[in-house]
């Protein structure tokens, strides 16, 4: 367990909450957010999901490994 909250505590300094991001695609959502749509991250949970309010106004969160995204300035 020690192994995974250290990799959750990775996570949470490479995407702070205020990191831009850019979603590429997301492909196990049934609702997904579209491709190339922008937004901010707001937080990361104790189990690694990243929290991003989309700019569509959305909120939806991401999953390292499944959903494909980057950084933006």
């Given at each position: 367990?020690?192994?995974?909250r ?40 104790d189990?690694?999901?990243i ?23």
């Open positions: 367990m020690l192994g995974k250290n990799e959750i505590e990775v996570i949470k300094k490479a995407y702070p909450k205020g990191t831009r991001i850019r979603l590429i695609s997301m492909s196990d959502d049934p609702r997904p957010i579209a491709p190339e749509t922008c937004g901010t991250v707001d937080a990361v949970d189990i690694g999901t929290h991003v309010k989309w700019d569509n106004g959305r909120t939806l969160g991401l999953c390292l490994g499944i959903d494909h995204f980057e950084k933006i300035s």
